[in-house]
């Protein structure tokens, strides 16, 4: 009964940033990893960030693909079961909806999207 839901999607300048928010109904959110994807017109979706636990650091694993290093971060807040992405320095590249996403606990894919918030970057 996984659900997300995104928010924080808009309309900002070239170099200006935006917070992206994806709330998560359901069980055991902590232990579940979530990523961020991004579809942009005339393109397929592509791999943005993700976030999962690693008990051997005892910490929150990190992720991003490079077309974002440096630029975006993942974040998650377990009390409001809400997922982060924080993005910077944004590119009319990153032009997109952008979608979270869930795995399952021990999971493997990503079998759990929200319904997707626009980005427009404009340059």
């Known amino acids: 009964q996984v659900q997300l839901v995104e928010s924080g999607g808009g309309l900002v300048q070239a170099g200006g940033s935006l917070r992206l928010s994806c709330a998560v109904s359901g069980r055991s959110f902590s232990s579940i990893a979530m990523g961020w994807f991004r579809q942009a017109p005339g393109k397929e979706r592509e791999f943005v960030a993700a976030?999962?636990?690693?008990?051997?650091?005892?910490?929150?694993?990190?992720d991003y693909a490079d077309s974002v290093k440096g630029r975006f971060t993942a974040s998650r807040d377990n009390a409001k079961n809400t997922v982060y992405l924080q993005m910077s320095s944004l590119k009319a590249g990153d032009t997109a909806v952008y979608y979270c996403a869930a795995k399952d606990v021990g999971g493997i894919t990503y079998d759990h999207w929200g319904q997707g918030t626009q980005v427009t970057v404009s340059s």
């Open positions: 976030i999962w636990w690693q008990p051997g650091r005892m910490a929150y694993k990190s």
